[in-house]
């Protein structure tokens, strides 16, 4: 007697015809989300700031039209903004701003050249932290203006004198920061790669300084409005030329004005060296997600 053959079971997870069964969808890369990894622009944030500037401007033309202030100390706007093509068209201006930067740009190189560095390396190894923190705090508490007439005996009234002081007060921003940075590595990342017995070298360019750089980048913006502002400090209590320099001279002479000039000139540099620093650290960090969600 012939037996007909059973028909072969569909094996399991079979998606054919008939089975009943539809097809998985295919995995997906999640979409990219608009503006991530770069800087979005915002209209009403930039429409706020300028409301805030612009409020401030209006502040300043009332009180000065109200003769709340002597024209003498505080003149107004209108005055102040006057005075600026007459000094772009001045040589003493333009070098007055070459030597405010040249002084805070070269004791802020220096200060990056040696606090990320140490920072980095006693941020790595404890025992170096430990050892150093408490030269650190003593010498990062001293002000660096009262500093000022030690180096005046010391080096004179020269551009050194004037970089010697940016850069200590530039240094220790940096060194605490790239100190944090290198200390931010979890313990379970750094218990792996002792396990796994990875190279030193390896270990701080894979882990290590990547942790690092978003806060040295922190601290390199600040030491570098810093760098500006105290060189125009010493400027204006030495001899040495500078914004400081010209902004004394300016008092001295009565023009008031003039003054007030120059110091709009170094809050226009701080902003600027803000901005490049903001656009520095976007594309050191274009890896980093975004620190805000919409």
Avoid at 16 to 43: E, S
Avoid at 125 to 133: I, K, N, P, Q, V
Avoid at 152 to 163: A, D, I, R
Avoid at 246 to 272: C, D, K, L, M, P
């Amino acid at each position: 007697m012939a037996t007909s053959t059973p028909a072969s079971a569909a094996p399991t997870g079979s998606t054919g015809p008939g089975t009943g069964r539809r097809p998985a969808p295919a995995p997906q890369r999640p979409a990219r989300r608009p503006g991530a990894g770069r800087a979005a622009w915002h209209p009403t944030l930039t429409l706020l700031q300028l409301s805030a500037v612009l409020a401030v401007l209006l502040l300043w033309a009332a009180i000065a039209a109200a003769g709340l202030v002597s024209t003498t100390a505080l003149p107004g706007p209108l005055t102040v903004f006057g005075q600026f093509p007459g000094l772009f068209g001045d040589g003493a201006y333009r070098q007055a701003v070459t030597d405010t930067l040249d002084g805070a740009l070269t004791g802020f190189a220096a200060a990056a050249v040696v606090g990320i560095p140490l920072g980095l390396v006693t941020g790595t190894y404890a025992a170096a932290e430990l050892s150093s923190r408490l030269l650190v705090d003593v010498l990062r508490s001293f002000p660096v203006i009262a500093l000022l007439p030690v180096f005046l005996l010391v080096l004179g009234s020269t551009p050194t004198t004037k970089t010697t002081v940016v850069f200590i007060a530039c240094v220790f921003p940096v060194f605490l920061q790239a100190q944090y940075g290198a200390r931010s590595v979890t313990p379970m990342i750094n218990e792996t790669m002792d396990a796994y017995r990875v190279p030193r070298m390896l270990r701080f360019r894979k882990v290590i300084l990547p942790s690092a750089t978003p806060s040295v980048m922190t601290g390199l913006r600040l030491a570098a409005t810093t760098s500006v502002l105290v060189a125009i400090g010493v400027e204006v209590l030495t001899t040495l030329p500078g914004i400081g320099h010209e902004v004394v001279q300016a008092q001295q002479g009565g023009a008031s004005a003039r003054a007030y000039a120059y110091i709009v000139t170094a809050g226009w540099i701080g902003w600027v060296i803000t901005l490049l620093s903001q656009f520095a650290e976007r594309r050191l960090l274009r890896w980093r997600p975004p620190a805000h969600t919409d």
